[in-house]
């Protein structure tokens, strides 16, 4: 068998774009089937959302992982290399390895693909078949997958898991989840199975009364968060945020996560509940996983700061939930210090929405928009996002190259500034190396 090159797998990979974005699980189910059901050969996690659910999948998996387990661990977008997607105890799957999966998944894939009841898989789909196969030949004790998009009709759907996790909903995807909150939180709680366990982050009401209601008529023990699981926090800087979690009745935990913002806390609540499932289904961990675990934890894109000259702060925020969420967090993180800013948004999200929210709450600290461009073929222009800062009286810099922007920006940041990069994760995937190479 001659194998593909590691740019050859991506080639290939990345050109089952053009089927687009196709929810339902009939393909996903075939084609597992063609492949042995490989997803059934080891236990496993299912967490959705629409923040929060990466940094949470990160947060159990790095916990397991220092119990002594061998855990994979699915998870999208990717921030700089496709292989972050598919990783086990915290290691990306090597290029060569990937390549040789794709080479074996290829022909049977393109020759599914010819029967009229399969079809073309999506990007998406060949990326989960991936992940289901690869951990499956690694013998992983436990994988965690985090929901692509939705989660009914997500191609991750296909598993029977241990414990589902639901981070906290927002409006996002509406043209493929529904206008509103009820909508998307039915399209969520679709990962809920029969008499699993199911935990639920920090919700809006309407939101909490549709997983209330899924739950009870799937019979699902239902763990929420402000209820069986409480958090606390204790105090937030630059060095993490210390918190307080307890379980139940069970004596609280105090724990300091390598985390920027108050919103990890709460995304660490819902691992800690997913954890105190995990550990009644055999898979025990002390509390001193749980401590390492927290202390040592590291997600990149995610209010991710880089000590200066210039300071930065890179956030892959790409909705009005996560906006808001980096916004505040900037605001009690950084006090009255003065803003620079490079933003590139998608075209598909609410561009002059983001840049009213961001502005909004950041006041007269943000000083300075530098607006760019994605490298991605859905970037909303500079131009777009020029002017949606520009209405808002804040003053914009249009610079259509990303790292152009980047280049400007700092070389014209005053003494104490600091430089957010934000508004997409494929802006920051393509932007963070150069910063980090700067900073070797």
């Known amino acids: 068998m001659l194998v593909m090159t590691y740019e050859q797998a991506l080639e290939y990979i990345h050109t089952r ?15 597992l089937e063609i492949f042995n059901h490989p997803q059934l050969t080891y236990p496993s996690i299912h967490i959705a959302g629409t923040n929060g659910k990466g940094s949470t999948t990160a947060m159990v998996s790095v916990v397991l992982r220092e119990a002594g387990y061998k855990v994979g661990r699915f998870t999208s977008p990717h921030l700089s290399s496709y292989c972050e997607r598919l990783s086990i105890n915290g290691v990306n799957i090597k290029p060569e390895r990937l390549a040789y999966l794709v080479t074996d998944v290829q022909p049977i894939l393109d020759k599914a693909a010819m029967d009229p009841r399969i079809g073309h898989p999506t ?9 289901f196969k690869y951990f499956a030949e690694e013998k992983v004790d436990l994988a965690i997958f985090e929901v692509g998009m939705g989660g009914r009709l997500d191609a991750t759907n296909v598993i029977t898991p241990l414990v589902c996790g639901i981070t906290h909903i927002a409006l996002d995807h509406q043209e493929f989840l529904g206008a509103d909150l009820v909508s998307i939180a039915k399209e969520k709680a679709g990962i809920i199975k ?12 309407e939101v909490r009364e549709v997983m209330q209601a899924t739950a009870a008529t799937l019979k699902s023990p239902l763990y929420s968060v402000g209820k069986e699981i409480r958090y606390e926090v204790i105090r937030e800087d630059l060095t993490g945020t210390e918190l307080e979690l307890r379980w139940e009745e069970e004596p609280p935990f105090l724990l300091k996560l390598n985390l920027l913002g108050e919103h990890q806390a709460a995304n660490a609540a819902v691992a800690f509940g997913l954890l105190q499932v995990i550990k009644t289904t055999g898979f025990p961990w002390k509390k001193n996983d749980l401590e390492k675990g927290f202390s040592e934890i590291y997600w990149p894109g995610r209010m991710e700061y880089l000590p200066g000259p210039p300071s930065i702060i890179m956030d892959g925020a790409h909705n009005l939930d996560g906006m808001s969420v980096l916004a505040r967090g900037l605001r009690r993180l950084f006090p009255g210090k003065e803003i620079q800013a490079v933003v590139g948004i998608l075209d598909n999200r609410p ?12 006041g007269s600290d943000l000083r300075k928009v530098y607006a760019t461009t994605v490298p991605d073929p859905k970037s909303a222009s500079c131009d777009r996002v020029a002017r949606a800062f520009r209405d808002l009286g804040v003053e914009t810099v249009e610079v259509e190259d990303a790292l152009t922007a980047l280049n400007t920006a700092e070389c014209k940041m005053k003494v104490g500034e600091l430089l957010v990069v934000t508004g997409s994760l494929y802006l920051l995937g393509y932007l963070r190396p150069y910063i980090l190479k700067r900073r070797l």
């Open 194 to 205: 029969a008499d699993c366990p199911v935990v639920v982050g920090v919700q809006a009401q």
């Open 351 to 362: 561009v002059e929405a983001i840049a009213s929210l961001l502005s909004s709450i950041l």
């Open 17 to 31: 774009n053009k089927y687009g974005i196709k929810l339902g699980l009939d393909r996903m189910r075939a084609l």
């Open 123 to 131: 990007e998406f789909e060949v990326g989960a078949v991936l992940a």
